[in-house]
């Protein structure tokens, strides 16, 4: 493979997306709506049921489920409207390289979505001072590795959902807040303050977001380094290559099923 | 009459739009998943403060509950009419409404009204379901009044709130007729500042002044407190006097909505925006 044209490929996507949001800053406002609202809400939540030291919780999950919605909205579902486009065949019959291409969609996706979560903890760490105990370090290659696992299954989504028609849509609002209740966005859903049996734990630690929330939490909040997560980072790195492989598997085998079927022309069904 | 057959013609169509692009059950199976989740989010987090304080109070819990399941509800069908708005205006569907003799606010009314039927029927499935998913997870019993009385008063509060989410409909519309891009946006505002000022998920008098005090003037926060009444607390009179209020405010923010948006389609007929698709 020839690095030249994936990477022009990549940056190209990329600009893409990072044009689409910078070129109309009300975009940014629209993202910061429901988590800044989400995160008020349940740290008012957590303080009236006496937690009051733990509104950090509540502002952390406000700033991840802005890129969890990115995820969604913007990878999973974005080839599928392609599709609906006329786009997705273009993408085909160019030279350019899938992969690049999905990995252009969540560098700018990352970057478009990084102003948005930062006025999410700017606007919470303002209103509720939540204690913060952090080792920087841990917090950052945490972060990382948590967004790079997110996305990682946004790119095996956005593959798995061109199997989908009109129902893409659905399936998204349908699976949004689940993952976002069992993957902890917003609390401990694994370790020992998790309201879980453990049987659920285990389930839910294959969601990349589940192992990177509790990293993160454990690192912000309880100065644990990252000689205590590394079993989570670690996982995380191999979730991300997994992931990886599947969406590129993924999306061959749909695309070459579409061309048997001659489905992958069919913009609305 | 006429208008009444207009938004019973509105009512149909919105119910076989929402509920029969596929089987109806996946359907409304699907509209359940979501607020189940979200209900349960939020009880778990107030279990958790309850259990490290060691106070867990299932009278709390199911307010937590109950209200998570109806601020989800309200967001649910206010925002019907901005969706028929903007969804009609990019298949050139609302163009032809606006044409039609019956009048545009009919047809809202109609699609709204069947948004709130099926979300009557989502909202009370993922409560039942939340809470016997949370009795089992938690070990906790749920003290909700399962009476005849009492489902018929949630009831008839879930009718008494169709005013005010109509009316918010409306405003919310209003601004759909000239907006051609993030409209959909919209009920992510919506629902994030009804789970802040509904009293929803806390008491309002935990947010701070002068907030507490608007919010306990809205529609919405009353609704939420009478159907506590009617399922928690068993108190008919409190009862009473949130469905008046409710009711009262429903009507004014019903009569307000209406107003702007007989303004808003006028000027947008001037401003030849009601066919526009992109800004």
Redesign the interface.
Known sequence: METRPWLRTMKARAVVRLMSIFG?P??II??V??P???A???A????????AN?TGF?ILGGVMISFWGNVLWSMASQFNWDKQEGLFEIYLTSPASMTAILIGMSVGGIVGTAPSAAMVAMVGYALFHPPIAADWVAVALTFVVTLVSLYAMGMTLSSLYLAYG??AE??N??????V???SGI???SIGQ?S???FLVQATVSLIPLTLGMDALRRTLFFSQGISSVWPNLAALAVMSLVLLGVASFALKALEEKGRRDGTLTVRIR | MSALRSVAASVWLGIYRDLC??FPAT?LA??T??????A???S??????????G?LDPGRLSY?LLGAVLYAHIAAYAYSPTFCIAEGKNLSVFANIYMAPSSSAAYLAGRAVASFLISVCSSLLALVAASYILGA??HVSMPFMVTPLSVTLLLVALAADVPASLGLGYVLGSYSLFAS??EW?LP??I???L??FSG????TS??PWPFAGAANALPFTQFIAAARDAMIYGQLGAYGTSLVLTLLGGISFLLIGLALFTLSERKARKDGVIDRRLA
Do not use: C, H
């Open positions: 109309e009300l975009w629209v993202n709506g429901s800044v609202f989400s008020l809400a349940l008012l939540l957590y303080r009236s049921a006496g937690m733990y509540a009109r129902e659905s399936l609002d349908s699976i949004q807040e689940p976002s209740m069992l917003y609390f401990p303050f309201p879980f049996p | 692009w596929t359907v699907l509209k998943i979501a607020p189940i989740a979200s349960m989010t939020v778990l987090i107030f279990y958790l403060g309850a259990a490290t304080t106070s937590v997870t938690l891009k993030f946006a992510s505002y629902s994030g500042l789970m802040v929803a998920i806390f008491p935990v947010l």
